[in-house]
């Protein structure tokens, strides 16, 4: 069985920083794209930062200059590191993948629980 596992989330400062991570485990053939979605409270759901392959990662323009997406293809990791956080960034943060279980699956999305950031002004 396929998940992701986010870590990280907590209550910050604006101004300040914070590391998000997530652990892909499972059956994993391989791992297309992966990246991190957000939604804050009476929103919809938007893309935060996602990479596919080696490709440059793509960020949503909020983010841009203060985000960094990251990932360690040996562990299956994903990280977000999240610097001069805002109180517009206070969120539930979601793991996102598209992977493939096996050479002969297609690929499909798999979403983590999430993890909740709060900036407080």
């Known amino acids: 069985q396929v998940q992701l596992v986010e870590s990280g989330g907590g209550l910050v400062q604006s101004g300040e920083s914070l590391t998000l991570s997530c652990a892909a485990s499972g059956n994993i053939f391989n791992i297309d794209s992966m990246g991190w979605y957000r939604q804050a409270p009476g929103k919809r759901r938007e893309l935060v930062a996602v990479r596919t392959g080696d490709d440059a990662p793509h960020y949503h323009n909020s983010v841009k200059g203060r985000f960094t997406l990251s990932k360690d293809d040996a562990k299956k990791m994903s990280y977000l590191q999240m610097n001069r956080l805002k109180p517009e960034d206070t969120a539930v943060y979601y793991c996102?993948?598209?992977?493939?279980?096996?050479?002969?699956?297609?690929?499909?999305?798999?979403w983590g629980k999430g993890t909740l950031v709060t900036v407080s002004s």
């Open positions: 996102y993948a598209v992977m493939a279980t096996s050479l002969a699956s297609d690929s499909q999305q798999y």
